[in-house]
Nanobody
Framework: QVQLEESGGGSVQAGGSLRLSCTASELTVCMGWFRQAPGKEREGVISAYMSGGITYYADSVKGRFTISQDKDKNTLYLQMNNLKSEDTAMYYC???????????????????????WGQGTQVTVSA
């Protein structure tokens, strides 16, 4: 069973930056970052094939968030810059076999049913 552990969350002022880490027992074919604010559904942030290729990139974070990986350390990163108060949420990393996203009516949507999840790390952005 794949084990995932997020870290790097915390409190930061708007405009600041944070780097989240997801250390995995193994990197699955598809991995991504998701977030969930209180009372809201979990939403996709960025997902990708670990072999290369972004499969989902939320419009709300484009130009501000990026993902990267260190295969030798089995770690996935989420670099978050220019943070906004609306970015406040619990951030989770997830992984599964392909596909990493789904397409409906010509539009790409993130998968929220990954079979492997971490416990999350809290990100709080103050204005």
């Amino acid at each position: 069973q794949v084990q995932l552990e997020e870290s790097g969350g915390g409190s930061v002022q708007a405009g600041g930056s944070l780097r989240l880490s997801c250390t995995a027992s193994e990197l699955t074919v598809c991995m991504g970052w998701f977030r969930q604010a209180p009372g809201k559904e979990r939403e996709g942030v960025i997902s990708a094939y670990m072999s290369g290729g972004i499969t989902y990139y939320a419009d709300s974070v484009k130009g501000r968030f990026t993902i990267s990986q260190d295969k030798d350390k089995n770690t996935l990163y989420l670099q978050m810059n220019n943070l906004k108060s609306e970015d406040t949420a619990m951030y989770y990393c997830g992984g599964d076999a392909s596909p990493c996203s789904k397409i409906r009516d010509g539009r790409r949507f993130p998968r929220t049913d990954f079979r492997n999840w971490g416990q999350g790390t809290q990100v709080t952005v103050s204005a």
